[in-house]
């Protein structure tokens, strides 16, 4: 965990009533107290919060893709590009752009066969 999630942590494990003191526990696990301060008060949410209300898709229905995906290659088809950008677009019921699926494949750290491409040798 983050050192910040940390701090988070051991905030949320106090009593009730217990004394607050954020900028002891911030510079006990070596985070910034202002922005301690602000994710305990619910201001400000953390970075992967903020990145997933940009994403076109839920995590969830990123999660399925990457089970068709699987499913596929278990069958032995290993999907295109636009074969996965078809797929997402019509759960996203709009058009994605080009990007969005090398986006995607970074995101979940998946290596595509490219159709020109041949493991024999």
Known sequence: MAPIDDALAAL???????????????????????SL??????????????????QLLSVTQETEIVKYIDELRGRGL????QMIRSFASTIAERPLSR???????????????????????
């Open 78 to 81: 290993p999907p295109t590009r």
């Open 12 to 34: 949320n494990s106090l009593e009730p009533g217990e004394e607050i003191n954020i900028t002891h526990v911030a510079t006990k696990y070596g985070c910034c107290r202002s």
């Open 99 to 121: 990007n969005w699926v090398v986006r995607f494949t970074r995101r979940h750290k998946i290596e595509l066969l490219l159709p020109w491409a041949s493991d024999m040798d």
């Open 37 to 54: 301060s602000r994710r305990w008060r619910g201001v400000q949410g953390s970075l992967a919060q903020k990145y997933e209300k940009q």
